[in-house]
Every structure is written in C-alpha cells, then in structure tokens.
Nanobody, 120 residues
Framework: QVQLVESGGGLVQAGGSLRPSCAAS????????MGWYRQAPGTQRELVAE???????NYADSVKGRFTISRDNAKNTVYLQKNSLKPEDTAVYYC??????????????WGKGTLVTVSS
C-alpha cells in the first residue's frame, strides 16, 4: 500500500506565497511522475503541475510563471512553490503519484487534498 500525505495548505492573501509538500510512503519500488491537481467548487479536477523522475515538468497555462514544481527523489517528496497567488487559485489541491510497487506497475495514487484559500 502507498500513502501520500500533503501539508502546507491554508489561508493566504492575494499576492502571497505558499509551498505545500507531499510525501509518498509505503511499499514503493519507484515513482514515475508526481504532480498536483486542484478542484474548485463546481469544477472538475484539473492538472496544476507535474514532474517526472527525470525532472521534466509540465504546467497548466494559468499557473505558468507563478508556480514551480520540484521533487526530492530520495525522500519521495514533491513540492509546489506557489507565488503571486490569486483568488482564482482557491481550491482543494491534491497530490498525485504514479507508483510502481512489487505488485503493481505504474498505479495512480492520490492524497486526501489540502484546501488553499486566497483572499482578495
């Protein structure tokens, strides 16, 4: 079994910054991609940013230039530096990892989500 534990959400004023993290633990052989998704009320979950084990990154257009994703492979941890936050960034942010265990290859795992509220 694999667990993803997120931390670093909360309330912040517009223009502020947050740096949430997500640590994966369990029977992990390797982690392919790790990423962050978000879901605002009444909307579908959307990709925010993702990073491969080799360090290649992909961002949603709405966060390019403001958010930076990084990971520590030794710690199985992914970070999302969020700068210049806007009220429209308000959402529940979910960590995602594509994990290979001894039983399964490339399986999707999700964190429980962390709420980020950006006040204007």
């Amino acid at each position: 079994q694999v667990q993803l534990v997120e931390s670093g959400g909360g309330l912040v004023q517009a223009g502020g910054s947050l740096r949430p993290s997500c640590a994966a633990s369990g029977c992990i052989v390797s982690i392919n991609a790790m990423g962050w998704y978000r879901q605002a009320p009444g909307t579908q979950r959307e990709l925010v940013a993702e990073i491969t084990s080799g360090g290649s990154t992909n961002y949603a257009d709405s966060v390019k230039g403001r958010f930076t994703i990084s990971r520590d492979n030794a710690k199985n941890t992914v970070y999302l530096q969020k700068n210049s936050l806007k009220p429209e960034d308000t959402a529940v942010y979910y960590c995602n990892a594509i994990v290979t265990t001894r039983v399964y290859y490339g399986m999707d795992y999700w964190g429980k989500g962390t709420l980020v509220t950006v006040s204007s």
